[in-house]
T-cell receptor, first 111, second 114 residues
Framework: RKEVEQDPGPFNVPEGATVAFNCTYS??????FFWYRQDCRKEPKLLMS???SGNEDGRFTAQLNRASQYISLLIRDSKLSDSATYLC????????????FGAGTRLFVKA | GAGVSQSPSNKVTEKGKDVELRCDPI?????LYWYRQSLGQGLEFLIY????????KSGLPSDRFSAERTGGSVSTLTIQRTQQEDSAVYLC????????????FGPGTRLLVL
């Protein structure tokens, strides 16, 4: 089983739609979680951190479910510019310094 | 301010040759990561440097891969006797000292081994 798993998609949604992605992680001791965004042939950039209580940034909401070991990203009122690959990132509490990236979920928002 | 820079941006080499990839992190960032991303795939962790601590090399795929970080700043990733399966984008990222803070990525080096 991969340490971090994501549905690769693609998710094809119309503008204005609400879309949600989940990401599961295998290490229950994982301590830090993030969502990154990667545009085609570009480097990843931080979208938002994921806090235990859940957090919101404009149209984006991130949640953490430690009991079920998954994090989620909800995008409301999708824009064409939201089209990208969304990477789930986990920092396990293993004493090392690894950062584990999921393979990403591709999102296409269409007019 | 200046972001993370990497050089070269593209590298084409022949199978069996050695290559060196360079990363200049953001000034003052104590942590530096190297990742590899193959076409259509996620990021694969390679190695991590944090200050003067011993690097975490647990992601290096073979002993043909090595990395150094001189003076706590610039890092070089070396791939010896390159193979075609080494073809990928090699990304470097740096971050401030605290774990939860974001990593800032460079634009990557696209390596093609013929």
């Amino acid at each position: 089983r991969k340490e971090v798993e994501q549905d690769p998609g693609p998710f094809n949604v119309p503008e204005g739609a609400t879309v949600a992605f989940n990401c599961t992680y295998s290490n229950s001791a994982s301590q830090s979680f993030f969502w990154y965004r990667q545009d085609c042939r570009k480097e990843p950039k931080l979208l938002m951190s994921v806090y235990s209580s859940g957090n919101e940034d404009g149209r984006f909401t991130a949640q953490l479910n430690r009991a079920s070991q998954y994090i989620s990203l909800l995008i409301r009122d999708s824009k064409l510019s939201d089209s990208a690959t969304y990477l789930c990132v986990v920092i396990p509490n293993t004493g090392g310094f690894k950062t584990i990236f999921g393979a990403g979920t591709r999102l296409f928002v269409k007019a | 301010g200046a972001g993370v820079s990497q050089s070269p941006s593209n590298k084409v080499t022949e199978k069996g040759k050695d290559v060196e990839l360079r990363c200049d992190p953001i000034s003052g960032h104590t942590a530096l990561y190297w990742y590899r991303q193959s076409l259509g795939q996620g990021l694969e962790f390679l190695i991590y440097f944090q200050g003067n601590s011993a690097p975490d090399k647990s992601g290096l795929p073979s002993d043909r891969f090595s990395a150094e970080r001189t003076g706590g700043s610039v890092s070089t990733l070396t791939i010896q006797r390159t193979q075609q399966e080494d073809s990928a984008v090699y990304l470097c990222a740096s971050r401030p000292s605290k774990k939860r803070e974001t990593q800032y990525f460079g634009p990557g080096t696209r390596l093609l081994v013929l």
